[in-house]
């Protein structure tokens, strides 16, 4: 159902961040395509952009994915953006 990028060779590690309604779309990520590898590195950014504030979640996520050409590479951008939430456990 589309074509999908299938990785053969790479250095380094791939961080991807899952929303509560991604995880039914997790089936083999040896192969993705390449609109989920910018939504997922995307996520993954939101989410330790909020434990670097110090939150302990988000609501209200949004993404939007843009697809361009830039001479013979098609690229695609990833925006997320969220509310943080912070728990308050005093009483």
């Known amino acids: 159902s589309g074509y999908y990028w299938i990785y053969d060779s790479f250095k380094g590690v791939a961080r991807y961040g899952f929303l509560a309604n991604d995880?039914?779309?997790?089936?083999?990520?040896?192969?993705i395509s390449p609109e989920d590898m910018a939504r997922n590195i995307a996520i993954?950014?939101?989410i330790n952009a909020c434990k670097v504030a110090g939150g302990d979640?988000?609501?209200e996520p949004i993404v939007s994915t843009?697809?361009?050409?830039?001479g013979n590479?098609?690229?695609?951008?990833?925006?997320v953006s969220a509310k943080i939430?912070?728990?308050n456990t005093d009483k």
């Open 44 to 46: 993954y950014r939101l």
């Open 23 to 31: 995880y039914g779309k997790v089936d083999n990520y040896s192969d």
């Open 57 to 59: 979640g988000v609501i």
């Open 73 to 79: 590479s098609i690229v695609f951008k990833t925006t």
């Open 85 to 87: 939430i912070k728990l």
């Open 66 to 70: 843009n697809v361009g050409q830039q």
